[in-house]
């Protein structure tokens, strides 16, 4: 699992659009569309809020279009991530916006996570 909050001595991972530049897009936002998954399990990306965990991506019923968030050009932002099983994954994410001069703008990006089965501590065990 990947933390939303910064946790020391593990991976903080992030949703970036900083180099984009808000008055470029109509609503200042681009949207980060899930498009494909290949790995040995499922996954899922969700944000923590007041209300409980908000799914904004997740494998376990298919890719469909539902999966999917919008971020402000110009920002950037931490979501948790989990996944099910150990291995190799590669996530594709289609990022999109339609700009304020008219047309839209998209581009494929691949993330890919090497995931490690989880061990459990040894009681007693302080290392």
């Not at 001595?9 to 659009?17: H, I, N, P």
């Not at 996954?43 to 007041?50: H, I, K, Q, R, S």
Request: hydrophobic share 40%; proline share 5%; net charge negative.
């Amino acid at each position: 699992r990947i933390n939303q909050t910064e946790v020391p001595g593990l991976v903080y991972l992030g949703f970036g659009a900083e180099e984009l530049d808000a008055a470029d897009f109509l609503g200042g936002t681009v949207t980060f569309q899930l498009v494909s998954v290949d790995g040995p399990g499922q996954v899922a990306v969700w944000n923590n809020t007041d209300a409980g965990p908000a799914v904004l991506a997740a494998t376990a019923d298919g890719v469909t279009a539902a999966d999917a968030f919008d971020l402000l050009a110009g920002s950037h932002t931490h979501y948790n991530w989990a996944f099910t099983a150990p291995g190799r994954y590669a996530v594709t994410f289609r990022v999109r916006g339609t700009l304020a001069g008219g047309g839209d703008a998209s581009e494929e990006v691949t993330y890919t996570f090497e995931v490690e089965e989880l061990t459990p501590p040894v009681a007693g065990d302080d290392t």
